[in-house]
Every structure is written in C-alpha cells, then in structure tokens.
C-alpha cells in the first residue's frame, strides 16, 4: 500500500466559482458565520490576506473535536479559481502525515459548476488512514456555505 496519496472531492455549486475563490482566499474569516458549528475561525499569522506566503490558522470541529490547522498559502490562480494551501501543523496531521497539501478549484462540466476538493498527502507509515472523513468533512461545509451563498 502506497505511503503517498491523492483523493479528490466534488461539490455542485450554484453560488459560482467566484464566489466561493473569493470567499476563501479574501475574506475565509467569513466562513465562521456561516457555518460556526463547523468553523470557529480563520485568522492570518503573517503576510496579506489571500496571497501567495500568507500564512493562516483556523480553528474548527471535526467529528466532534475540536482542532486547529496552520497552512501557508503556496499559490493562487484567478482563472480557474485555484487556492493551494499547504498544511504546516495541526492535530490533523501531526504525528500522521509527512506532507498534506489542500487545493480548492472550480471548473465547468456537463453545463454544471463544481467546486473540487484536491488532497495530497504523504502518511508516516501505511497503518494511517487516507484522510477521507476530512474530505467528507470539507465537502460538507462547503455545501453549507454554497447553500448560504445562494440564497443571498
């Protein structure tokens, strides 16, 4: 079994990809109100909102515990509404995984909006799990905040 990883995520939108790269990439702090039984908050450590070297934090629950996640922000792509975040700590990863990287996208198939959830990882060892209740776990808020989005 490959130590190494990729899983991918999708989500219909309807909201629009600009929405929702703009909401996470400017104003992520946001998500909290949206869905603050999931997000309790997303603050900046260092650098400028949004942009590339940025470095964030965000505190949420998942699965009933609450955790925290340190990501920097390793590239940006306004055309396809690309965010990569690669994770520096947090409970999710430490002692888990050697590297964990998180790219949100948004692309056009069928007539229909997605928003793709992309994880790449490398696990310490091949007793970890593939992280797929995290997976469950981003999809299922964005749905709430493309519900949100929607209705405004």
């Not at 909201?15 to 900046?44: E, N």
């Not at 590339?52 to 699965?63: A, E, L, P």
């Not at 990863?93 to 790219?103: L, M, P, R, S, W």
Request: proline share 3%; charged share 30%; with cysteine.
């Amino acid at each position: 079994m490959a130590l190494i990883g990729t899983i991918i995520g999708k989500v219909e939108i309807n909201s629009g990809a600009k929405v929702l790269h703009d909401l996470y990439r400017h104003t992520p702090d946001d998500i909290s109100s949206i869905c603050p039984d999931k997000i309790h908050s997303c603050d900046l450590l260092s650098g400028t909102r949004g942009a590339v070297g940025s470095t964030i934090i965000w505190h949420f629950t998942q699965d009933g515990k609450r955790q925290s996640l340190k990501e920097i922000i390793e590239e940006v792509n306004e055309t396809n509404h690309k965010i990569v975040f690669k994770v520096l700590e947090g409970e999710l990863v430490d002692e888990k995984y050697k590297a964990f990287t998180i790219i949100f996208h948004c692309e056009q198939k069928d007539g229909k909006q997605w928003a793709v959830w992309t994880i790449e990882f490398e696990r310490l060892d091949t007793s970890i799990p593939y992280p797929t209740s995290f997976m469950e776990y981003l999809c299922d808020y964005l749905k709430e905040i493309d519900d949100h989005k929607t209705c405004k």
